[in-house]
């Protein structure tokens, strides 16, 4: 099973950030998702003043129950392992973290889940790989742009790395053609405000234009 989610994630070269989705409308958000080609969804353990993590675990529990085979879920925002383990439970595939904490990517690899810590300098993303993690996350990105990606690419290149933060429709190839394996974005696909309003065919078009945008660079 982790080697299918490892696949996945790259193969499919996108991961969907999702947070402040609640779990009641967290369904036709990961159906409008799929509808545009993206099968690796990572919910958020953290979000504004109305976070509520309890319900965060319940929308990873239905959507793994609902389209377990069809999309691979994630927990992000992994800081303890006490939030691992909850997420775990509920049926999180893959952990994702801001940051580098050996404990947590212990126990993400003993439950046999992929992990996938954040790290940004060179120093933290090697101990990050040394530690276990089958992906980094180079967080956050956006302002340090490709450039940074390809810079790491060259000295790193055995570690797989995931460019996170600032990932847009207009960028995203430049992270993928520098030496990312795959992207995570958040706000700028998974739009709150179309989901608010219930406007999933909107979403699902954006998952179509980031996979195209995805699709074209691979076959090139």
């Not at 979000?47 to 999309?71: F, T």
Request: hydrophobic share 40%; charged share 20%.
């Amino acid at each position: 099973m982790p080697d299918d989610v490892k696949k996945s994630i790259l193969s499919d070269k996108i991961i969907a950030i999702i947070r402040n989705v609640r779990s009641e409308q967290i369904e036709q958000v990961a159906e409008a998702l799929l509808k545009g080609n993206i099968r690796c969804l990572e919910l958020a353990l953290s979000g504004g003043a109305n976070y509520d993590e309890k319900d965060v675990l319940n929308s990873i529990e239905r959507i793994r129950k609902k389209y377990d085979g069809q999309i691979y879920v994630g927990a992000g925002t992994i800081l303890t392992v006490e939030q691992m383990k909850s997420a775990y439970n509920s049926g999180a595939q893959y952990m994702i973290s801001p940051n580098v904490n050996p404990d947590v990517i212990a126990q993400t690899k003993q439950c046999g889940c992929i992990s996938i810590p954040g790290a940004y300098s060179p120093t933290e993303i090697i101990n990050a790989y040394e530690y276990g993690a089958d992906l980094v996350k180079v967080f956050p990105v956006g302002k340090a742009g490709a450039s940074y990606i390809k810079n790491l690419s060259v000295p790193l290149g055995k570690i797989p790395l995931i460019a996170v933060g600032g990932v847009t429709l207009q960028n995203v190839q430049e992270f993928l053609h520098a030496g990312a394996v795959a992207v995570g974005v958040g706000g700028n696909l998974v739009d709150i405000q179309l989901i608010q309003q219930k406007r999933y065919s909107e979403l699902a078009v954006k998952a179509k234009e980031f996979h195209r945008q995805i699709s074209w660079k691979v076959d090139k």
